[in-house]
């Protein structure tokens, strides 16, 4: 996809974008103001940036030259919005579309990961779930995921996006192997960040027979 190569901003305005349609609905589309704190977030972003609106605004005007992005403008608005065209661009559904924002903002990720980081976006029900819409990201033409060799010291491969190049993917996994001794720490951290998820959605599902056993009594 040497065309369609995006810079690390392109893909993180992109991916904000993204993420805040399924997260904060009611706030969608993105005026600048908002598209900018969501782009310099400190937490789920990795690496965490500091933009400035200007390069934002700059940003938004390739996207839209290229048609990833759409400007509206709702009447009696002052403010200009931003949505995200990836969905049309790439003829992706919500989990599909899931699994390449949370790879486009978080870097390289096992499938357990992206299960556990995409569940307010989409829920996926099981791990072999999420491991098909990797493959069909795979398997598109051209492809906008790769599957990485498994790192030193790891028991499941990892996954990146492509839509900054095959050589940076290449620097990114490079990266990760040479940092390889913490990879353990890493899949502890996965596996507890899954095992709260799960008693996230435990503590939940008890909340909701509370309510239905007591209506009972009202």
Known sequence: MSDDILDPV????LAVLAEKEALTPDNYPLSLNALTNGCNQLSSRDPVMQLSEETVADTLERLAARKLVSAITQAGARVTKYEHRMRIKWTLEQDKLAILTVL???????????????GRQHEFKSVAEVEAGLQFLIDKYP????????????????????????????RE??????????????DRVSQLE??????????????????????QFE
């Open 10 to 13: 392109e893909i993180r305005v």
């Open 104 to 118: 486009m903002l978080r870097g390289l990720q096992t499938a357990g990961e992206i299960r556990t980081r995409t």
């Open 194 to 215: 899954q095992e709260v998820q799960q008693l996230r959605e435990e503590v939940a599902a008890l909340s909701a027979q509370f309510e239905q056993f007591r209506r």
């Open 143 to 170: 492809p906008l995921v790769a599957k990485l060799a498994l790192a030193p010291g790891t028991k499941e491969p990892r996954y990146g996006h492509l839509l900054g190049g095959e050589e940076v993917l290449a």
């Open 173 to 186: 996994e490079a990266g990760y192997a040479s940092a390889a001794p913490s990879a353990s720490r890493g």
